[in-house]
């Protein structure tokens, strides 16, 4: 791939060369593998997304032009999955199995666009909706977090020289770099890139990955992001996420649904998949509940992606059900990747060596760490949380409880009475910082 001059493009940025979101394929894979089950399975739920800004001390409508955004939603809407696309996601291999997208959802896939969305503001944030059948809004998520993080980082060049936003990538690449000739004192590290939501923009996420390739070699495995993976020849990397059973619950008819709606999913997703598509994500509703009411089946799946706990007290919970279920933790998969740096990657990889095969899902700290780089004050470019979650269904209001309070999402009255489903065994605040 050839390499891009970003701080030329940043400063001469056009639309022609440079709208934020390209292409329908410039999304998480796990997008598409869930998108197809709810295509089979659920075509008739709606649901819709809303954008949820967790830094709230940034007031993102006081710092993004609201008609820039409006351009870039709009332009999101305009495009199409590409013939040559579509061609690749019936071609490729993906996790070693042909033909991963049945041909009939593919063709399907041919005819999707973005639905319309909602757009307004309060108390200095913007209030972003995306309503409509879940088949559709669900693609909303990640293009919307892409053009809400690089407006941000837009703004932030605004009436900077060519000089001086070409010293700022130099920094962030020698930033970056640095990080890489830790990870390569490591003997085996796994690592793919997980950087695609709350990116700095789409052509440093390029760099990252062009960069993790050449620095790790074949300890990178792969990249989140479709379009990259296509253009790369990467792996795409990516399971399931936390809306299915957010929605699956909300549909549930009676608490006893409510409780097996996390069960019910794996039941679905297994039908569909195999091998290391097998992950389970147990947080959504407290990974205490989960492990302890989870059917003995679930022990035969590949591994876990722990997403809201510290990362070794979730690990060490998890060897711990698998052993009590007569498991090799050895033998299983553990997929970190909430949060991680090189800091964490390096204390989890040092604590579970040799005890459980091990992944990392790098993902802001890779792709929008600019913390220090900018050689002009009032910089704006320090990542934030910001995620774009299903709030509604058919009507009815989704929850999210994680085991970090702060993650939890959905009404108060709702969360409360899911809290006396599940119970708040495990669940304690934590800072989110990304």
């Not at 969305?117 to 559709?136: C, I, K, N």
């Not at 620095?215 to 495995?221: D, W």
């Not at 509703?285 to 302890?292: C, E, K």
Request: hydrophobic share 45%.
């Amino acid at each position: 791939m050839i390499q891009t001059d970003l701080a030329t493009r940043a400063y001469n940025r056009t639309w022609r060369l440079d709208p934020i979101v390209r292409s329908l394929l410039d999304t998480d894979f796990y997008k598409l593998l869930m998108l197809q089950m709810i295509w089979q399975r659920y075509p008739d739920v709606d649901a819709t997304f809303e954008l949820v800004n967790r830094s709230r001390q940034v007031r993102l409508a006081g710092v993004i032009p609201e008609a820039e955004l409006r351009a870039q939603l709009d332009h999101a809407r305009t495009l199409r999955f590409s013939r040559n696309e579509l061609i690749w996601l019936a071609g490729n291999t993906f996790y070693g199995r042909k033909q991963m997208f049945r041909p009939d959802f593919l063709a399907w896939l041919a005819t999707v666009r973005l639905p319309e969305y909602e757009l307004s503001r309060a108390d200095g944030q913007f209030v972003l909706r995306f309503p409509g059948p879940w088949t559709h809004t669900t693609l909303w998520e990640i293009p919307a977090l892409a053009i809400i993080n690089e407006l941000r980082s837009r703004v932030a060049f605004e009436g900077r020289g060519r000089f001086a936003l070409d010293v700022l990538y130099a920094r962030a690449k020698a930033k970056l770099w640095q990080k890489l000739e830790r990870l390569q004192e490591l003997p085996d590290p796994v690592l793919s890139d997980f950087g695609t939501r709350r990116r700095h923009g789409f052509l440093w996420q390029r760099w990252c990955v062009e960069a993790l390739k050449e620095g790790l070699g074949p300890r990178f495995i792969g990249t989140s992001n479709v379009l990259i993976a296509m253009e790369a020849d990467l792996e795409a990397i990516g399971t399931n996420a936390h809306e299915l059973p957010m929605v699956m619950a909300a549909l549930a008819d009676d608490d006893a649904g409510v409780l097996a709606a996390p069960y019910r999913v794996l039941e679905d997703w297994r039908e569909l998949y195999a091998g290391n598509l097998l992950i389970v994500l147990p947080d959504a509703y407290g990974t205490a509940h989960f492990l302890a009411h989870a059917p003995d089946w679930v022990a035969g799946w590949t591994g876990f992606r722990p997403d809201s706990l510290p990362p070794i007290e979730a690990g060490e919970q998890i060897i711990a059900w698998w052993k009590a279920h007569g498991v090799d933790p050895r033998e299983k998969l553990l997929i970190f990747s909430d949060g991680m740096d090189v800091d964490s990657i390096e204390t989890v990889y040092r604590h579970f060596h040799g005890r459980v095969r091990m992944s990392f899902g790098w993902g802001t700290h890779l792709t929008n760490d600019f913390r220090g780089t900018a050689p002009f004050p009032g910089d704006g470019l320090d990542p934030i949380s910001l995620v774009c979650k299903v709030v509604e269904a058919n009507g009815r209001p989704v929850v999210k409880l994680s085991d970090n309070p702060a993650k939890a999402t959905g009404e108060p009255t709702e969360v409360a009475r899911y809290l006396r489903l599940f119970g708040d065994a495990g669940r304690r605040a934590q800072p989110v910082v990304v």
